[in-house]
């Protein structure tokens, strides 16, 4: 049976295209989790076994990464690519800043 149109996994790669973040969201993503641990590009650029301009590139141009060398990244981060993906994702679609509880 060929897959038409129609057929379910044409509606999932629509779908899955919509989960890829942008590459800038990505940067800015991997700049946010970096600062977090206090980490400078060009240490996590030595702890990810990459090249620094690699790291400078995608903060700060938004650049396309190869999929090793993410992996590399959010290894060196210590976050599993799902957070990397999310972090990038809160950074796209900010939500409303929540109130503090006043009952407390």
């Not at 702890?47 to 060398?69: I, L, M, P, S």
């Not at 993410?70 to 994702?89: D, F, G, H, N, Y």
Request: with cysteine.
């Amino acid at each position: 049976m060929g897959y038409g149109a129609n057929h379910a996994s044409a509606q999932c790669c629509d779908r899955v295209e919509d989960l890829v973040p942008d590459p800038a969201q990505l940067g800015k993503a991997i700049q946010a989790l970096r600062e977090e641990i206090g980490l400078t590009s060009e240490g996590l650029a030595e702890v990810a076994g990459v090249d620094r301009a690699h790291v400078n590139r995608a903060e700060n141009h938004g650049r396309n990464f190869q999929w090793k060398t993410l992996v590399r990244i959010a290894r060196a981060l210590r976050v599993p690519m799902s957070e990397l993906v999310l972090k990038a994702e809160e950074i796209a679609n900010p939500g409303p800043a929540v109130a503090p509880d006043d009952d407390q």
